[in-house]
């Protein structure tokens, strides 16, 4: 079992930026895939950004790429989402993700095993 606890979501004004943090317990960090996610009201969760356990992957969907990055710190237990250029369509409950069987994966939910259970990013115009 693993917990996972994000930190760091708030109000920011377009063009703003956030760093999100999410730590994990247990040993096995290192080995881990870690992901993030958001769900915005009325719509489906949707894969923002991964990365590989030793940190030299990374992928980002469309929407994200250049603006976000993904970073991990494997003595902390902590992976972070640095969050640039922020738009109002960024605005949704960002989510955390362990996976323990894919190296980077695809952004497929079903690569992850455990959750965290979010934190609030809202981006004013």
């Known amino acids: 079992q693993v917990q996972l606890v994000e930190s760091g979501g708030g109000l920011v004004q377009a063009g703003g930026s956030l760093r999100l943090s999410c730590a994990a317990s247990?040993?096995?960090?290192?080995?881990?895939?870690m992901g993030w996610f958001r769900q915005a009201p009325g719509k489906e969760r949707e894969f923002v950004a991964s990365?590989?356990?030793?940190?030299?992957?990374?992928r980002y969907s469309d929407s994200v790429k250049g603006r976000f990055a993904i970073s991990r710190d494997n003595a902390k237990n902590t992976v972070y989402l640095q969050m640039n250029s922020l738009k109002p369509e960024d605005t949704a409950v960002y989510h955390c993700?362990?996976?323990?069987?894919?190296?980077?994966?695809?952004?497929?939910?079903?690569?992850?095993?455990?959750w965290g259970q979010g934190t609030q990013v809202t981006v004013s115009s």
């Open positions: 993700a362990v996976g323990s069987r894919v190296y980077i994966g695809a952004g497929l939910e079903n690569e992850y095993d455990y």
């Open positions: 247990g040993r096995a960090f290192a080995t881990y895939l």
């Open positions: 990365i590989s356990r030793n940190a030299l992957h990374t």
